[in-house]
């Protein structure tokens, strides 16, 4: 049985390495995000184009592909993962956030199956 | 032994081929049926009707050219019908046949993706044969669901085995000739034929992207054309006339509109959030509940599939599975993965429509895509991607882990267990469609009907008698029977080919259903002459009085008590008027220009006062204008709608705003305005509709008021729909009559100055006081309500006549505590019909307060409820109410008839039906001009051809318009006096045309599969 902390140690010279190739687009993934927060805070743009959220997180996707070079597994996954909480929160009677996140997760399928037939 | 265990994987097949067996299990000789379900009763007349591309049946008739498609699916009833089946038999043999095709269609498609093995077929086959998108289909066993989802896997597998060189060419044109004919009942609603080739080419697309090589989509493309070509040419028969019928009467944006339809794209998508859509669970009656209960109104299972853990945890965990399955790719099937995953995100965001936020694309794709918005059902068309590709991704990731290298013993029996879990699983999921709870057992709306033996016996009568229209009372949009049948057409439509006129729900504004509606509402207030004008017009000759239809129309008039009828247990049809008397085809002697002919509604009215043998037409037919001979002939009649049922229909449209409530309204006097096209003497006629309620008395004539100038009209004559004043001269232009009433308040009391003459109502425990009270000379009544649930004064509406509409008017003045509220409840002996409560607003000192009641037209009582509702302050609630009044709306009409000579004397027109769509026959006219009418809904295809007595061309080229708002009228000049006429519907031309090309392409596909079946290369 592999041990948690083994298993991370073994990751983190991968996670260094990926880090230092992607140091760059890492940084602006971070900016970009950090300036969307920041216009929807100060609501720019607005009432011509809405900074929501919902605008944040598909930028955040799309990004992911285009920046951190993402493939479909991780999408998928990332899918998979959404639709387990949707999941969730429907049985537990959320149905509004159950709503929200299932829009996420459609989001993150057609992202992964475009990548899928791209790859 | 061994050979035998081969094929055992086949039983469960043959069991779930058999599934409708078990929905007729143990209920006797009874029918699935009603609402959309339609199953005929004479499956032959049924059948013969989709060789005609209009429909004469129901409603005057309608194109049919997309109905044509259902020619396959209805000859799979004939046969065993012809055979001598029973109706049960019959409609059991024909749903096992679609369900064994849709079970072999499913496993063939497995079989090519999924080889060798057997379990995950089985899953592949329950996985999309039951699931609730089929739920629906079934239900409403939907001609266009069955072929779709039946043919697609079909189609797909000829696409493989032609991709994989299993089959050669030949063999496939035939095979897909064969899915042509399975295919061809989508046509009935074309949208689910273009759901066919949009999954075809997202099967093509997502084969292409995953071999992207030129030589590989030359060939695919090529393998494309050989499946879609035949499929297309044999289903030209509804495609040629279809195409025909878009092209001529709809508008690329907003279609369904123009059609007359409603488009309820929007209502459907109210619950079609993605959350949803994944998990199948789109249509929109799961979600209609009872305000009160909570519990669903049509789909009493849908409760386990919203509440259950194992059944909202099985719905979540098929989507997750077909997720999971892109994770584990085999590169062999790299194609089926790139095909199901972009037939997955299509259908899921078709299948969403309008709701948002993908709703905002859809909606685009209305707006911008022409003829986008026939596809107002969303989830019913396009959920089969999603049926589809889960089943197909599901199977996938299975299938990987059956064939994986890593795959041991353990793991084979592991995946194999987690396969029988799924597919028994599925079934238990799917339990409405496997058990037939879909049709609703035990339930009131059920769909399993006894038909009772007078429905058969009216039938075999019906079939030999009754000429002419028969038209349905009661009124009812769904004819709900007592012993359970429910439809939204006549139940006549079932039985024979006999033309029908009813309420239907899914046209409301169209021509003919207005004129229905009018002669509903004339026959309801006893107006025999304008109903007997009204039935003439439509071409009806017979009422079928429903007797065990549940209804709250009141029954008919006693005067049909004299006309001759022929009973069938609670069944009559009542011989309103000799088919000799009204002809679908005839030659009118008069004609007369409507003002206004649109709206309908009111052109409608414009009918009732002429004669049997006069018509109205449209001034602002273009048509009509080339005719001067026409125009000149012509009488004018103009319709003038009375002040108080204007103000009446404006506060009957307006949304409930404040500004037309806080008013007082003069009822002791209304006014006609009209404005007469042209100088002349236009004679004065008023319905007659209990006029003595408003103060006016006939024998003195009428005294009015015209254009402030004072006249008393004499009376020519009287009937018992209309009072006919003498002529009198009018100059062209607006004029403005003014007649005072007589008005009765019907309210005893509501001035309180003699006392309570009110009940006491309300109900709950607490402290009431009613008293009054007076200042200032003035007595009104003060109402204090502390704790009790509800407190009111109750009034009774005298002489209470739900024929008529009613103007409320009070005083009132709230204290303190909560809003004051007025009630007008109307009731029937067994239960409350309907109830209007206006809320008023909170205001400290004395207001008028008034409002428009509208009763549903049944024998019934009304009151007036003045409540002084609860309020949680310990203070209560105290209102005073003072001159309650309740009058009669006055929704007389006027109208002016200005009458010309006629223009043609004692015509004689004889005719024979040879077809829906050709009638032939000859006529005598003394005058060589003259007005044709045939009385079908108007279309331009419509053609009529005027022939020499020996049958020979006459160059006579017609004018064709419309009439009597619905029908067609040709103007005819410079014939002889004795001709032939034949009218034709055009397009069936093309249905011809197409069934020929059909039938030769499946000849040839035969031809040369039979011709090839030996030969080794064609294997």
Not at chain 2, 220 to 233: K, Q, T, Y
Not at chain 2, 631 to 648: A, C, E, M, V, Y
Not at chain 2, 869 to 876: A, C, I, M, N, Q
């Amino acid at each position: 049985m592999l041990n948690f902390e083994d298993f991370i140690e073994k990751k983190i010279p991968q996670l260094k390495s990926w880090t230092a190739t992607h140091y760059l687009n890492l940084a602006l993934f971070n900016l970009i995000l950090i300036v969307l927060v920041l216009l929807r805070s100060a609501g720019y743009f607005d009432p011509y184009f809405s900074i929501t959220i919902h605008a944040i997180v598909l930028i955040t996707l799309i990004l992911l592909v285009f920046l951190l070079g993402v493939n479909s597994k991780f999408l998928f996954v990332l899918t998979c993962v959404l639709w387990i909480f949707v999941a969730f929160l429907k049985l537990v009677g959320i149905d509004v956030w159950a709503e929200r996140t299932s829009v996420y997760a459609f989001e993150v399928l057609v992202l992964g199956v475009i990548l899928f037939l791209t790859e | 032994m061994k050979n035998i265990s081969k094929y055992l994987f086949l039983i469960p097949l043959i069991l779930f081929a058999l599934t409708p067996i078990l929905w007729f299990l143990g209920k006797g000789p009874i029918i699935i049926n009603g609402v959309d379900i339609n199953f005929p009763l004479d499956p032959v007349s049924w059948f013969e009707r989709r060789f005609f591309v209009w429909n004469s049946i129901a409603i005057g008739g309608a194109d049919f050219s997309s109905s044509t498609a259902g020619l396959f699916f209805h000859l799979v009833q004939v046969i065993p019908y012809k055979l001598g089946f029973n109706l049960t038999l019959v409609q059991n043999i024909s749903l096992i046949f679609w369900f064994s095709l849709i079970v072999f269609s499913a496993y063939v498609f497995a079989r090519i993706i999924l080889p060798k093995k057997h379990l995950l077929q089985i899953l592949f086959v329950v996985l999309y044969s039951f699931n609730i998108y089929m739920f629906n289909s079934w239900e409403n066993i939907k001609v266009a669901n069955l072929s779709l989802v039946a043919a697609i896997p079909l189609a797909l597998s000829i696409v493989f085995l032609l991709h994989d060189k299993i089959i050669s060419h030949k063999r496939a044109i035939f095979f897909s000739s064969l899915v042509g004919i399975l295919v061809s009942g989508s046509g009935i609603n074309p949208a689910y034929f273009i759901s066919f080739f949009l999954i075809i080419l997202l099967f093509f697309l997502g084969d292409t992207l995953a071999h992207l090589k030129t030589d590989s989509i030359k060939l695919s493309i090529g393998n494309l054309l050989i499946v879609i070509i035949p499929i297309i040419l044999i289903n030209l028969f509804w495609i040629l006339p279809t195409l025909n019928f878009i092209s001529n009467n709809l508008s690329p944006s907003g279609s369904i509109d123009r059609l007359g339809f409603t488009n309820w794209v929007d209502s459907l998508s109210e619950n079609t959030s993605l959350v949803n859509i994944f998990r199948m669970q789109g249509a929109w009656d799961w979600y209609a509940k009872d305000g009160i209960t909570n519990q669903p109104l049509y789909i009493p299972y849908a409760l386990n599939y919203f509440h259950s853990l194992p059944f909202l945890a099985f719905s979540f965990l098929l989507p997750v599975l077909a997720f999971i399955s892109f994770l584990f790719v085999n590169k062999e099937n790299k194609n089926l993965y790139a095909a199901f995953g972009l037939m997955l995100i299509v259908g899921v965001f078709l299948g969403v429509g309008t709701h948002l936020p993908t709703g905002i694309f859809f909606r685009w794709l209305i707006d911008h895509v022409p003829f986008f918005t026939l596809l107002r059902s969303p989830w019913y068309i396009f959920s089969l991607l999603v049926t589809l590709s889960s089943a197909g991704l599901i199977c996938l990731l299975l299938y990987n882990f059956r064939i994986s290298k890593l795959s041991n013993s353990l793991n084979r029996v592991f995946v194999s267990l987690v396969l029988v879990i799924l597919i028994i699983g599925n079934l238990i999921y799917s339990y409405p469609q496997v058990t037939g709870k879909i049709f609703r057992p035990d339930r009131a709306d059920g769909f399993y009907i006894n038909f009772p033996n007078y429905v058969f016996d009216a039938k075999n009568w019906l079939a030999d008698n009754a000429e002419g229209r028969i038209i349905g009372y009661p009124d009812d949009e769904i004819e709900r029977f007592s012993w359970g049948y429910r439809g939204i057409d006549s139940i006549l439509n079932l039985l024979v080919d006999k033309e029908t006129l009813f309420s239907p729900l899914n046209v409301p504004d169209s021509p003919m259903a207005i004129l229905i509606k009018n002669f509903y509402q004339h026959l309801k207030k006893g107006q025999w002459q304008a109903t007997e004008n009204l039935i003439t017009k439509m071409g009806a000759t017979v009422l079928f009085e429903k007797k065990d239809q549940q209804s709250l129309s009141p029954p008919l008039p006693d005067k049909f008590q004299g006309l001759a009828s022929v009973s069938f247990g609670p069944w009559n049809f009542y011989q309103m008027q000799q088919p000799s008397e009204n002809q679908k085809i005839n030659i009118v002697s008069k004609s007369f220009f409507a003002y206004p002919y649109a709206p309908y509604s009111e052109g409608a009215e414009t009918i009732g006062p002429l004669g049997q043998d006069s018509i109205i037409l449209n001034p602002e037919d273009s048509v009509i204008a080339k005719v001067p001979a026409l125009t000149k002939n012509s009488g004018r009649i103009i319709l003038s709608r009375p002040s108080q049922g204007l103000d009446f229909n404006d506060f009957k449209l307006t949304p409930s705003i404040l500004s037309n409530r806080l008013i007082s309204r003069d009822m002791t006097q209304t006014q006609f305005e009209f404005s007469a096209p042209e100088d002349g003497t236009y004679q004065p006629i008023l319905e007659r509709y209990r006029l003595e309620d408003f103060g006016i008395d006939l024998s003195k004539g009428l005294k009015i008021e015209i254009d402030s100038t004072d006249q008393v009209w004499k009376i020519n004559k009287i009937s018992d729909s209309y009072v006919y004043f003498q002529p009198i001269e009018f100059t062209r232009g607006k004029h403005i009559i003014s007649i005072t009433l007589i008005t009765k308040n019907l309210i005893n009391g509501g001035e309180f100055e003699d006392g309570t003459k009110f009940e006491r109502g309300g109900y709950g425990q607490g402290f009431e006081e009613f008293k009054i009270e007076e200042t200032e000379g003035r007595k009104f009544l003060s109402i204090l309500n502390i704790n009790k649930a509800d407190v009111s004064a109750n009034f009774k509406i005298n002489s209470f006549n739900p024929m008529g509409d009613y103007y409320v008017e009070l005083k009132y003045r709230q204290i303190y505590g909560n809003n004051a509220n007025v009630v007008i409840s109307q009731n029937n002996s067994n239960t409350l019909v309907r109830a209007q409560v206006e809320r008023l607003p909170n205001y400290p000192e004395w207001h008028v307060f008034s409002f428009f009641y509208e009763p549903v037209e049944t024998q019934s009582e009304a009151k007036v409820i003045l409540s002084v509702p609860f309020t949680v302050d310990p203070l209560g609630t105290k209102i005073l109410y003072d001159d309650l009044k309740v009058y009669k709306v006055f929704d007389n009409d006027l109208l002016f008839i200005k009458e010309i000579n006629s223009i043609q004397q004692s015509p004689v027109v004889e005719f024979q039906r040879r077809s829906p769509v050709l009638y032939e026959g000859t006529v005598k006219v003394s005058n060589t001009s003259h007005l044709l009418v045939f009385s079908e809904n108007y279309s331009p295809m419509w053609q009529l051809q005027i022939l020499n007595i020996d049958g020979s061309k006459m160059d006579v080229a017609p004018h064709h318009f419309s009439a009597n708002l619905y029908a067609n009228a040709w103007y005819i000049e410079g014939t002889p006096n004795n001709y032939k006429f034949k009218i034709y519907y055009n397009p069936q031309n093309l249905f011809w045309i197409g069934l020929s090309i059909s039938l030769i392409t499946f000849i040839f596909s035969t031809a040369i599969f039979l011709i090839n079946f030996g030969d080794k290369k064609n294997a």
